[in-house]
T-cell receptor, first 114, second 116 residues
Framework: GNSVTQMEGPVTLSEEAFLTINCTYT??????LFWYVQYPGEGLQLLLK?????DKGSNKGFEATYRKETTSFHLEKGSVQVSDSAVYFC?????????????FGQGTTLQVKP | GAVVSQHPSRVICKSGTSVKIECRSL??????MFWYRQFPKQSLMLMAT?????????EQGVEKDKFLINHASLTLSTLTVTSAHPEDSSFYIC????????????FGDGTRLSIL
């Protein structure tokens, strides 16, 4: 089946620390991969995406590389800020023969302290 | 670009009331819209998928008669929670997507529904 697994949170970091949130997936097809961020009381915002192997998605200092050999899409940021505190969701969507359903990981809460 | 507007952002109403939530894509045509439910500190649970002009496809365990979905145009989908009860209280989020395949979904800001 298709599934996404994220590292458990909460992840607590000091400002300017390096961030990694691990995400691995299983998929029967050839998925597109996404990271979404959810701030308290809000919906999800697309953070970045990658549609094929070795693609690197990047946005607002965050990066993730589509690794087919390790079926991973880990999220990284070199220097986090307090404003990055949120819940981060890794997700996949199958590209073919599919309505575009997103399969989400369980979410990882990031807390950044000043 | 790719803005999705969801309204209302918060609803508080009495048990037995029906509540309608609107989801609009403001700057693109949404061939597909999705409705999710999210419980506190949990991931999103897909409730149904709707394509413009077609009946919605509901996920297993979601009551069709309870959660009515209408996708009348390429920019508007509505979710009506009929005869709502306290157990229906939750955070409901819609998303919209243009095209097919690996296109990303764009999410609304959610609706906090509280049934007294």
């Amino acid at each position: 089946g298709n599934s996404v697994t994220q590292m458990e949170g909460p992840v607590t970091l000091s400002e300017e620390a390096f961030l990694t949130i691990n995400c691995t997936y299983t998929a029967t097809g050839y998925p597109s991969l996404f990271w979404y961020v959810q701030y308290p009381g809000e919906g999800l915002q697309l953070l970045l995406k990658a549609t094929k192997a070795d693609d690197k998605g990047s946005n607002k200092g965050f990066e993730a590389t589509y690794r087919k050999e390790t079926t991973s899409f880990h999220l990284e940021k070199g220097s986090v800020q307090v404003s990055d505190s949120a819940v981060y969701f890794c997700a996949l969507s199958l590209q073919r023969g599919n309505t575009g359903k997103l399969i989400f990981g369980q979410g990882t809460t990031l807390q950044v302290k000043p | 670009g790719a803005v999705v507007s969801q309204h209302p952002s918060r609803v508080i109403c009495k048990s037995g009331t029906s509540v309608k939530i609107e989801c609009r894509s403001l700057d693109f045509q949404a061939t597909t819209m999705f409705w999710y439910r999210q419980f506190p500190k949990q991931s999103l649970m897909l409730m149904a998928t709707s394509n413009e002009g077609s009946k919605a496809t509901y996920e297993q365990g979601v009551e069709k008669d309870k959660f009515l979905i209408n996708h009348a145009s390429l920019t508007l989908s509505t979710l009506t929670v009929t005869s709502a009860h306290p157990e229906d209280s939750s955070f409901y989020i819609c998303s919209a997507r243009s095209g097919t395949g690996g296109q990303p979904q764009h999410f609304g800001d959610g609706t906090r529904l509280s049934i007294l």
